[in-house]
C-alpha cells in the first residue's frame, strides 16, 4: 500500500509560480519506489482527470504533456521520497485540482489507469 500527499496549491495570478509536492510512503515490493512511476495529473468539473507530467523513479526519465513544456517541470528526491511539480508561467487554463499518482509497471505513463494509487488532490486557481 503507498499513500501520497499532495501540498503546495493555491490562488496566483497569471504569470506566476508554484511548487506542488507529492510525499509517497507505504509499503512497496522491494522496500522503495524502484520500479514505480509518479505522475501528475488534473482535473476541472465534469472533465475527464488529464495528464501532466510524470516520472521514472528508477532513472529519472520525464514525460510531459505538449501544453506544459517549458513551463512545467517534474523531479524526485529519493531520500526524501518526494516528487515535486515546478510550475512556472501559469496560465488561467491550468486551474485545476491536481493529483499526484503512483503506479508500478507503468508503460503508457499518460493513462490513469496504470497508476493504482492516488492522493487526495490540491487546488491550484490562475487568476487573469
Known amino acids: 500500500q503507498v499513500q501520497l500527499v499532495e501540498s503546495g496549491g493555491g490562488l496566483v495570478q497569471a504569470g506566476d509560480s508554484l511548487r506542488l509536492s507529492c510525499a509517497a510512503s507505504g509499503r512497496t515490493f522491494s522496500g522503495t519506489f524502484s520500479g514505480y512511476t509518479l505522475g501528475w495529473f488534473r482535473q476541472l468539473p465534469g472533465k475527464d482527470r488529464e495528464f501532466v507530467a510524470s516520472?521514472?523513479?528508477?532513472?529519472?526519465?520525464?514525460y510531459y504533456v505538449d501544453s506544459v513544456k517549458e513551463r512545467f517541470t517534474i523531479s524526485r528526491d529519493s531520500a526524501q521520497n518526494t516528487v515535486y511539480l515546478e510550475m512556472n508561467g501559469l496560465k488561467p487554463e491550468d486551474t485545476a485540482v491536481y493529483y499526484c499518482?503512483?503506479?508500478?509497471?507503468?508503460?503508457?505513463?499518460?493513462?490513469?489507469?496504470?497508476?493504482?494509487?492516488w492522493g487526495q488532490g490540491t487546488q491550484v486557481t490562475v487568476s487573469s
Open positions: 516520472v521514472r523513479w528508477s532513472n529519472g526519465v520525464t
Open positions: 499518482a503512483a503506479g508500478r509497471g507503468v508503460i503508457v505513463t499518460s493513462l490513469n489507469t496504470e497508476y493504482s494509487y
